[in-house]
């Protein structure tokens, strides 16, 4: 997810360009560019925020151009692959946002037609395809491109020649901010809302030929009229999507995440991590490392892989690790991290390499540290995640797990088929979740009155509800813990009683009536019980004070219901006690210092 933007009208560009960008740092900012037409074709990027490019870039005059901040996932934050991207002889400037899936082969075949290729990045077949095909009219040639790619797309594109910018969409937004002689491009509104609030949205499959006076969009060839729109938001309020905080709006975004990660890997008939090799190398078993909400992904992946590939599975707390560690054996290391910097991992993954482990890091920012320390990197697909509490990333590090295990699975064909499409189903059943928001705001009302709150869980549910207590603590300042349900009666039950509510996480699977006896041992020590419990489940409603229901999933696939459950009563019972829940005290979203 990265922003781009486009300008023409009669403004020095490179000021408008710069405030537009500076506006959509919040979709990547590991990198940026901008391109400008005057006598010539002018690009300027680098490897810096926005403001930095500000001060740094010279003067570049002229009244058109187009910009770019990267969220990196085809070839890491450098210079060389910042946007824009140019054709051989620099005359075509193309901004970019999505993945062109087939960019392999289109490069192969421009090579040999006689293209120079300088970046690592899929974008950069687009200007050498427009290139190709340009004969003096460059929206036919950026029709003819298009049509060689596969995979999303919204782009803007540059020429020096023309006084128009050409945009197309497909799979990414992009819209068309309005102005008095004047047009905006950019890929979300937060950009333009400085300058107009005129708006036009483009449709997947639109070509837009943007000048300083006219708007044309064609559809298959055939112009088409887009409505105008009036923005009511101010930039925050955009910038979050119209959501209160940037925390529900990357609440919401799970289910294109979970899309988005499965695409990535569905995509490959490879298995994202080789491990019948590693059997060949004699790896025997596997230690997933990580920190913090990471380390509960890690813990749910046990499960996932002891169930699925039947190799023993160890998991440990980074930075314990990188201190005790036993020595390894035949072991294969993956480690788990969204942003790729935190220092315990890091240091635990450069005592990993000490003793010649193979490291597989998990990681959702390309580029990152883990990523150039370890041997192989599997990129969740996240996009940035700005609030602090890791919500998406989460999920999409389940995503990961489970493609890593079913690549390898002993579990015959009908299993792994039917994993398979309770994977493709589990984006609709997230959303379902996200549309029971009432009787989940009613029990965050209920429950942000205490200040000491229990969740419990059992089997691959465990981890879940050692994560709900995370996310409770660490936005709502409530003071939360997760326990395994068989662990209440050896202390904890000390505690219990009618100011400590107990929310227990029931699933349809062996653990099922242990369950319902702890939660039977909670209300007789006066607790007040939440319940997480499967749709149709009436047997729960006689127990628990509360109970979200959650949709029928594989029990495999229940701790991503059930977490995207718990983040939502996190943010509203965070929300009801007046918290400031993107930035919460003391906390920082990358923890770079042990
Ligand atoms: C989770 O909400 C926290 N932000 C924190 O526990 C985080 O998971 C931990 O710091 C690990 O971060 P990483 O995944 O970027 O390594």
């Known amino acids: 997810m990265c922003g781009i933007v486009g300008y023409i009208g009669d403004k020095q560009v490179q000021s408008v360009l710069l405030s537009l960008l500076g506006r959509l740092e919040y979709r990547g900012y590991d990198s940026c560019g901008i391109a400008v037409a005057g006598s010539s074709l002018k690009v300027y990027k680098d490897v810096v925020r926005v403001a930095a490019l500000t001060e740094k870039a010279p003067q570049l005059g002229g009244t058109a151009g187009i ?12 210079q060389v ?5 140019c054709d051989c002889a620099g005359n075509i400037a193309v901004v970019h946002n999505g993945v ?4 392999q082969s289109l490069r192969q075949q421009l090579i040999s037609e006689g293209h120079t290729f300088i970046s690592e990045t899929d ?21 003819a491109a298009l049509r060689d790619v596969e995979g999303s797309y919204a782009i803007v594109v540059l020429t020096a020649d023309e006084s128009k910018l050409v945009v197309a969409r497909k799979d990414s937004p992009l819209i068309i901010g309005i102005g008095d002689r004047e047009n905006f491009i950019a890929s979300d509104v937060p950009a333009i809302l400085d300058f107009t609030n005129r708006v036009i949205y483009l449709e997947d499959g639109d070509i837009g030929i943007v000048t300083k006076d006219n708007i044309k969009i064609v559809s298959d060839g055939t112009e088409v009229d887009r409505e105008e729109h009036k923005i009511l938001w101010n930039v925050e309020e955009a910038q979050k999507g119209g959501y209160d905080h940037f925390m529900l709006k990357e609440i919401h975004e799970q289910p294109r995440v979970i899309r988005d990660t499965l695409v990535e890997y569905t995509q490959t008939a490879e298995p994202v991590v080789d491990l019948e090799r590693m ?3 004699g790896i025997e078993s596997v230690l997933i490392l990580a920190c913090g909400t990471s380390y509960y992904a890690a813990l749910v992946g046990k499960y996932i892989m002891e169930e699925l590939v039947g190799v023993p599975v160890r998991v440990e707390i980074a930075s314990e690790f990188s201190y005790y560690g036993q020595t390894l054996v035949r072991t294969l290391a993956i480690v788990i991290t969204q942003s790729g910097e935190t220092a315990d991992t890091l240091k635990a993954i450069r005592r990993l390499k000490g003793v010649r482990c193979r490291v597989v890091a998990i990681t959702n920012v390309v580029g990152s540290s883990a990523s150039r320390v370890a ?4 990129y969740t697909r996240a996009g940035p995640e700005i609030s602090v ?11 990961v797990l489970y493609w890593i295990a079913m690549g390898y699975s002993k579990a015959d064909a009908r299993r792994l088929a039917s994993m398979l499409l309770g994977l493709r189903q589990l984006p609709s059943k997230v959303q379902r979740v996200l549309d029971n928001g009432d009787i989940i705001l009613q029990c965050a009302r209920y429950l942000s009155k205490y200040e000491n709150v229990f969740f419990i869980g059992r089997g691959i549910n465990f981890p879940v509800a050692l994560e709900g207590a995370l996310k409770l603590k660490e936005i709502s300042y409530i003071h939360a813990e997760g326990y395994a349900a068989g662990e209440l009666k050896h202390g904890p039950f000390a505690l219990l009683g009618e100011n400590i509510p107990v929310i227990a996480i029931v699933a349809q699977d062996n653990t099922y009536e242990a369950m319902l006896t702890n939660i039977k041992e909670v209300k007789v020590r006066k607790s007040p019980v939440m319940a997480l419990a499967e749709e149709g489940d009436e047997t729960i409603r006689e127990l628990a004070d509360f109970v979200i229901t959650v949709p029928r999933v594989e029990v495999i696939f229940s701790p991503v219901v059930n977490t995207v459950t718990l983040q939502l009563l996190a943010y509203y019972t965070a929300k009801e006690r007046g918290c400031p ?14």
């Open 279 to 281: 059997r060949d190398e």
């Open 81 to 85: 692959n910042a946007h824009p991207h």
């Open 581 to 594: 829940i993107d930035f919460p005290r003391n906390l920082a979203k990358s923890v770079t210092v042990e």
């Open 123 to 143: 974008t950069e077949v687009i200007p050498h395809l427009i290139e190709k095909y340009y004969d003096g009219n460059l929206e036919k040639a950026v029709e």
């Open 389 to 399: 509490a890791a919500t998406k990333s989460f999920t999409a590090q389940l995503m």
């Open 375 to 378: 041997d192989q990197t599997i």
């Open 67 to 78: 910009g770019h901040t990267r969220w990196a996932t085809c070839g890491e934050p450098s």
């Open 100 to 103: 062109i899936n087939n960019f």
